[in-house]
């Protein structure tokens, strides 16, 4: 299985552009993420979870690799650090597929 994540910080004014995105990509999920969901980062903290936990969940979905509970930890990071860094006047965009 192979997929593809990516985030895209957009300006508020830019929501037509994600508009655009979302059609024209070919992705399982596409979601905005805007500065109100600054209220979920204690949980999305990757210091509240280990690999264990995080492989066992990929394996649960039919989705366990090698690393998959180090690549869990990376992206909690990554989307836990980008949510955090909103701006009020920007949106991230999350598309994965």
């Known amino acids: 299985m192979s997929s593809i994540v990516s985030l895209t910080l ?3 004014n830019a929501l037509p552009e994600f508009a655009r995105l979302a059609r024209e990509a070919a992705y399982d999920l596409a ?3 805007s500065p109100g969901h600054k209220r ?3 949980p999305l903290h990757p210091n509240g979870h280990s690999e264990a936990e995080l492989a066992e969940h990929f394996a649960n979905a039919g989705l366990d690799f090698e690393e998959s509970g180090l690549v869990g930890l990376d992206g909690l990071r ?3 650090d ?3 860094r ?3 006047d920007e949106v991230l965009l999350l598309v994965v597929g």
């Open 10 to 12: 957009l300006d508020t």
């Open 78 to 80: 990554l989307l836990h």
């Open 82 to 84: 980008e949510i955090d």
């Open 31 to 33: 979601v905005l993420l």
């Open 86 to 88: 909103l701006h009020p």
């Open 40 to 42: 979920y980062l204690d």
